[in-house]
């Protein structure tokens, strides 16, 4: 009997140590979100319209094509890839089956509907012609003995980042002339461009760091009109900005931990940055997060929206965000195994600058 009192006393110390320890490492609010104005939005309540026996995962990827149809790259029981029309009814699966999805990460559709998808499990991306066949893929798939490798921390040692091989990436954007930028992400922390036939140009950020230039963690990456490209430095809680050259112009840091980020097309754009809780309903973590800021490009705060929370209107770890349409949002969310759309109605008010 006293082993087994000790045994438990040993286990409350080490729980309570464990939560001291949390606490302590808690992050901070991010600095924008006393000054940011709040920005009322709705969410439309049962958006997506499944088939019956098919569920979505984790909801890790979502990008809408010119017509408002809505792709979901979601993990489940295997990672899968569905579209549905602008109403949200479902329309198909794309790619069952392939070699290249094992763990979801990124989907993106370009200018011309083409749909890319980033998995992270299989060290691929794949461009899907609209119509869903396979036009280009990038990375090769390791073999299955090796696994998934862990992330390393910073300063950690790790081989060389080759032109050709990922090492569980995250997400891709492009610039007007059609080269394609690729986040890589937990592992080799880099951005790498290539031309818009595949053909490796450089890369930024071949060291993990928290300088200029390195990344923790390129978690999301979109660009703007002009072609500079927006890094969503996770574990860094910031944005890099750089132009296509992948030459460094700017950082934003007031906005938290960006998971998510996304510019709207037309001829004022917007930068949509999620701070989100992370994955582990940590309440700590979760009260310091899940609010999503719209900025101006340079940095300005227009406002903020959203609270953490599992109820609909409320955000569980917002993984991706598209913002095709200013104020119609569609996110995707970890924990909460769901894609939201959004509506905002932004109202003229004071702004908040993020440019340093």
Not at 297 to 307: A, E, N, P, R
Not at 334 to 353: D, N
Request: glycine share 8%; aromatic share 10%; with cysteine.
């Amino acid at each position: 009997m006293k082993r087994f009192e000790k045994a438990c006393l040993v286990i409350v110390i080490l729980l309570l140590a464990s939560l001291s320890f949390a606490q302590q490492n808690a992050p901070a609010r991010a600095k924008a979100f006393e000054t940011a104005p709040d920005i009322s939005y709705t969410s439309v309540p049962n958006f997506l319209k499944l088939p019956p026996n098919l569920y979505l995962g984790e909801g890790i990827g979502v990008a809408t094509n010119s017509k408002g149809h809505v792709f979901v790259y979601t993990r489940s029981g295997e990672t899968r890839l569905f579209e549905f029309d602008q109403n949200g009814t479902f329309v198909r699966e794309i790619g069952q089956g392939l070699y290249g999805f094992e763990m979801a990460h990124g989907v993106r559709v370009d200018s011309q509907d083409n749909i890319w998808t980033v998995d992270e499990g299989t060290d691929v991306v794949v461009k899907f012609s609209p119509d869903g066949k396979v036009l280009m893929v990038l990375g090769r798939r390791r073999e299955a003995v090796e696994g998934i490798p862990a992330s390393p921390g910073p300063g950690a040692n790790t081989p060389p980042a080759e032109p050709y091989r990922f090492s569980r990436p995250t997400d891709i954007t492009w610039d007007p002339a059609g080269n394609i930028f690729i986040a890589d992400g937990y592992t080799n922390s880099r951005v790498v461009k290539y031309d818009k036939n595949g053909r490796f140009v450089k890369q930024v950020g071949t060291t993990r760091g928290s300088q200029p230039e390195q990344f923790n963690i390129p978690h999301s990456i979109t660009s703007d009109a002009k072609g500079n490209i927006y890094v969503a430095d996770r574990q860094n809680r910031r944005i890099q900005v750089f132009d296509s050259d992948l030459k460094l112009l700017k950082m934003y840091d007031n906005i938290g931990a960006p998971w998510a980020v996304c510019i709207s097309p037309g001829a004022h754009q917007y930068l949509y940055s999620s701070n989100s809780n992370p994955d582990n309903n940590d309440s700590r973590q979760a009260a310091v997060s899940g609010e999503i800021y719209k900025m101006e490009l340079d940095g300005t705060i227009v406002g903020k929206f959203g609270k953490p929370g599992k109820q609909l209107g409320e955000f569980s770890t917002v993984h991706a965000i598209d913002c095709r349409n200013e104020n119609e949002l569609v996110v995707s969310e970890i924990t909460a195994w769901r894609v939201q759309k959004l509506i905002l109605k932004p109202q003229q008010s004071r702004t908040t600058s993020a440019a340093k």
